[in-house]
């Protein structure tokens, strides 16, 4: 005797985690055609997409895992066979296709969404998303701007856009956003890094010391990463101004924060260079290139050192390796033409 399941078990199923399961209940009940076409199966339905979709949103889906989407792409998936027109359906599962990465059929999704509801900003939001990730920030802009106008300053849609102009080196429309959705009340670590970063590019080093001052607090609850990053910026701030000693304080903290990092080294070396104290320069260098012997900037700020040392065999392999690494750094082959004349 065929067991008869409904919709409410496909539910339960789910509910219980036996999605594999559910999914088997589910193709049993649609293959009695007579049943899908009636007003109640056709309900029932949509009950199990909303139910389905709701506990998708739950799970924060740009957070998920390769393993996790794969699953709830097949559960979409049973949405999209009785509605093929599903707009939410459709523009989620174009979310969870960017998580594995393929992008083509996430652009195929969602400009399906897109043509079911023009007028609904999420699937612009998500196709620009996925221009972003491939490189091509101008249909990335497009659908963003298109988002934007749709949703009136969604803090969000403001976030992502400000993604591009970063990207696109535009620091000063991607400080713009990143502080207008700060404003509005978003909040997203690599957001207020980048904020910093694009107002300290833009080249005012009294703003962005201010706006640091400003976001102190925010930053002391973030990840060490995070906080190292901050300090490392407050130091290359005040380094511009020629506050070394406090410019050292704050390298100080950076490195506290994360001590494996070469660019803080790096930086350190700079201060110490600029308060005359050789020694402990050379050592940064030093330290940054252990951290990474490709390290142009760092070699050139040795090479100095040695020269201050009058160690200019040394100087010279250092400026040598610094032209090495980056053939663009005319002073290091400048450098070596003194030397060796």
């Known amino acids: 005797m065929e067991i008869e399941y409904s919709i409410e078990d496909v539910i339960e199923e789910f509910e219980k985690g036996n999605s594999d399961f559910a999914i088997f209940m589910f193709r049993q009940i649609t293959s009695d055609k007579k049943k899908k076409k009636s007003a109640q199966f056709i309900d029932l339905e949509k009950k199990l997409a909303n139910y389905i979709l709701a506990c998708i949103h739950e799970h924060k889906i740009r957070e998920l895992d390769r393993t996790t989407s794969q699953k709830l792409i097949e559960q979409v998936d ?47 939001v ?5 221009y972003y990730e491939m490189g091509d920030y ?31 080196e535009d620091f000063l429309s991607a400080f713009d956003d990143f502080y207008l959705a700060f404003e509005k009340g978003y909040s997203d670590n690599s957001m207020l890094l980048k904020m910093l970063l694009s107002k300290y590019r833009i080249g005012n080093s009294v703003e962005t010391y201010s706006l640091s001052e400003e976001l102190a607090a925010t930053f002391a609850t973030l990840p060490s990463l995070s906080l190292s990053i901050f300090y490392e910026i407050r130091g290359l701030v005040l380094y511009d101004m020629s506050c070394f000693e406090d410019a050292l304080e704050q390298i ?3 490195i506290a924060s994360d001590m494996d990092r070469s660019s803080l080294y790096y930086h350190r070396g700079m201060i110490f260079n600029c308060l005359k104290r050789n020694e402990e320069a050379l050592n940064d260098f030093s330290r940054a290139l252990q951290l990474d012997k ?20 040394r100087a010279f392999k250092d400026y ?13 082959a400048e450098s070596m033409t003194e030397l060796s004349g």
Do not use: T
């Open 78 to 124: 049973l949405i999209l066979e009785w509605d093929p027109h599903h707009y939410q359906a459709l523009n989620i599962r174009g979310m969870l296709y960017i998580n594995l990465h393929e992008y083509e059929r996430a652009i195929e999704d969602l400009s399906l969404a897109i043509g079911i509801e023009l007028i609904e900003d999420d699937a612009y």
């Open 126 to 130: 998500n196709r620009g998303i996925v």
């Open 138 to 168: 101008q249909n990335a802009l497009c659908d963003l701007d298109l988002a934007d106008a749709l949703s009136i300053d969604d803090p969000y849609v403001l976030f992502c856009r400000g993604n591009v102009y970063y990207e696109k």
């Open 252 to 254: 100080h903290l950076a």
């Open 294 to 313: 490709e390290y142009a900037k760092a070699y050139f700020g040795r090479a100095i050192c040695y020269e201050k040392k009058n160690e200019k065999q």
């Open 320 to 332: 040598a390796n610094a032209f090495f690494y980056d053939p663009k750094m005319k002073k290091a």
